[in-house]
C-alpha cells in the first residue's frame, strides 16, 4: 500500500543575508569605534553642509539656462500678429487709424481696432498703474543686456495688462481716443499710422478726409500701453509700452522705426514662436515755409528682419549632475574627516602637556 509523501519545504535562510556576506567593503565593529564630542559636531556640521550644497547645486541644475543662437528666417509663410492699445488726445470724431503693407493691401481685412472715447488724463488708480509700467519698463530698456539672463530664466513678463477702469468720472466732455485691438498682417514691411481725419478706402489706397478740421483740432499728444508683435512670451521686453508723448506743437509728425525679429522660444514644456523688435523714434514739426512737408500724425513704419532668433532653454547632462553630488558628498566627508583628525591630535597634545605640568606640580611641592 502506497502512502503519499508530503514534500515539506527546508529553510534555507534569508536571502538578504546572503546579499550581506558579499560585501567586500572592511567594517569595523562598534566595540572598536571610538566616539568623542569634537566627531560628533564635525558630523552635525558635515551633514548640515552636504545638504545645504545638494539642495544649491540641485536648485541650479533646474534653474536652466537660455542658449542665444541665429539663423535666417526661412517661415515666410507665417502670418504677423500686432497688438495695439494706443490713446490719443483728440476726440475719436477727428481720428483716423489705418495700416498698409509692402502689397499695398488694406491689412483692416485681417481684423478691426476699437476705438472709444475717453480722457487722455488719467485717474489716481490708473496713473499709478501706468507710471510703474512707464519706470519699469524704462529701466529695462536701459539696463536689458546686464539682466537678460534673470529674465528668461525667472519667467518675467512685461505684460501689465489693460489700465484698471476709471475711479471717478470727469464732468467734461471726452478728450481723448483709446484706439486697441489686435489683427493678423501679412509678414512683410507695413505702416500703422494714426492721423488727423477719417479714412476713406480706395481701391488702391486711400485717403484721410481732414479738410473740416481746424489747426486748434490737431493734438498727437499720446500714451502707448501696448504696442506688441506676436503672442506673449516671458523675458521679451517690448520698447514702446509705457511711453508717453506730450506734444507742443499739434502740427507735428511723430515717426517709430520699427525693426521687427522673430523670435522662438524653446522651453521643456512647449515652444513659441512670437515677434520682438526694436525702435527708433524721430520727431519733426510741419513747417511748409521752411521746407518741411508731410502729414502731421503718429507713424509706425515696421520691417521684417532678415534674421530668426531661437531661445532655447538647455540643462546640463544628468550624469554629470550626479557626478557634482557625488563629488560634493565624498569630498565634504573627507574633508571634515581630515579636519576630525587634526583637532582631535591638537587636543590630545594640549591635554597631555597640562597633565604633565601638573605632575612637574605635584612634585615640586613635596
Avoid at 250 to 261: G, L, R, S
Avoid at 350 to 361: E, F, L, P, R, W
Wanted: with cysteine; charged share 20%; net charge neutral.
Amino acid at each position: 500500500m502506497e502512502t503519499d509523501k508530503v514534500s515539506i519545504p527546508r529553510y534555507r535562510g534569508s536571502r538578504l543575508n546572503k546579499v550581506k556576506k558579499l560585501d567586500i567593503f572592511p567594517k569595523i565593529e562598534e566595540t572598536y569605534k571610538e566616539t568623542s564630542s569634537v566627531g560628533g559636531t564635525f558630523s552635525i556640521i558635515s551633514f548640515a553642509l552636504i545638504i545645504w550644497l545638494v539642495y544649491s547645486e540641485t536648485s541650479y541644475y533646474l534653474n536652466s539656462k537660455f542658449v542665444f543662437k541665429f539663423s535666417p528666417d526661412v517661415q515666410l509663410e507665417e502670418q504677423l500678429k500686432i497688438n495695439i492699445d494706443i490713446t490719443v488726445a483728440m476726440p475719436c470724431q477727428f481720428v483716423g487709424a489705418d495700416i498698409l503693407d509692402s502689397t499695398n493691401q488694406n491689412a483692416f481685412k485681417f481684423g478691426h481696432l476699437e476705438e472709444e472715447d475717453t480722457w487722455f488724463e488719467l485717474a489716481p488708480n490708473q496713473k499709478i498703474h501706468f507710471d510703474y509700467k512707464k519706470h519699469f519698463n524704462s529701466y529695462l530698456r536701459e539696463e536689458y543686456h546686464s539682466i537678460k539672463d534673470l529674465l528668461w530664466s525667472s519667467s518675467f513678463t512685461t505684460m501689465f495688462g489693460d489700465l484698471p477702469p476709471r475711479s471717478d468720472q470727469p464732468d467734461r466732455p471726452h478728450d481723448a481716443c483709446r484706439i486697441y485691438g489686435s489683427f493678423i498682417l501679412n509678414k512683410v514691411a507695413g505702416n500703422f499710422h494714426i492721423t488727423a481725419g477719417k479714412s476713406i478706402h480706395l481701391p488702391r489706397g486711400h485717403i484721410h478726409i481732414s479738410s473740416f478740421m481746424f489747426d486748434v483740432d490737431y493734438n498727437f499728444t499720446h500714451r502707448i500701453n501696448k504696442f506688441s508683435f506676436g503672442d506673449s512670451s516671458p523675458g521679451i521686453v517690448h520698447p514702446l509700452e509705457g511711453d508717453e508723448q506730450i506734444i507742443d506743437n499739434a502740427m507735428t509728425v511723430v515717426n517709430y522705426f520699427i525693426e521687427v525679429v522673430p523670435t522662438t522660444v524653446k522651453t521643456f514644456l512647449n515652444t513659441v514662436s512670437t515677434y520682438q523688435y526694436s525702435v527708433k523714434e524721430l520727431k519733426r514739426p510741419i513747417d511748409h515755409a521752411k521746407g518741411s512737408h508731410g502729414m502731421p500724425g503718429i507713424f509706425f513704419k515696421y520691417d521684417m528682419s532678415a534674421l530668426r532668433v531661437t531661445v532655447k532653454q538647455e540643462r546640463d547632462n544628468l550624469g554629470m549632475f550626479l557626478v557634482r553630488l557625488c563629488s560634493i558628498v565624498g569630498g565634504v566627508y573627507v574633508c571634515s574627516g581630515i579636519l576630525n583628525n587634526l583637532v582631535q591630535i591638537i587636543l590630545d597634545f594640549v591635554m597631555c602637556n597640562s597633565a604633565s605640568n601638573g605632575i612637574k606640580y605635584e612634585k615640586s611641592t613635596m
